[in-house]
């Protein structure tokens, strides 16, 4: 009896759990726009909790967050700048809502 109460409360928040994915192009004046990989990305919560594991970005320059909670949080993304060799870190505010996974629009970086 008590796994099936301990199930039924953490059911609901399963169900609003989303997919979150998206792709990250460098784009660099001259040559176009190409895959960004080796880009880290993490989400956090307005309080500036981490929210699941960070992620790099794929050679294709796609990433993927698995079962992120429904709830507005950042999602910080960090690379290399080519220009001046330096570690850079953005962020981008996300909503996360009614279970449904989430497709995020691209991320150009330019360098």
Known sequence: MRRILILSLLLPS?????DLRGRIVRSTPGQGAAPAGGVQLALQNNSGQAIG???VSGTDGF????SVPAGSYRLIYSYTSRR???RVSLTLPVVI???????????????
């Not at 990433?63 to 698995?66: C, H, K, L």
């Not at 809502?97 to 360098?111: F, L, P, R, V, Y």
């Open 53 to 55: 594991n960070p992620v």
């Open 63 to 66: 990433y993927y967050f698995q």
């Open 97 to 111: 809502g009614n279970g449904k996974n989430q497709d995020i629009a691209q991320i150009t970086i330019t360098d």
């Open 14 to 18: 399963l169900m609003l759990a989303a």
């Open 84 to 86: 001046t060799a330096k």
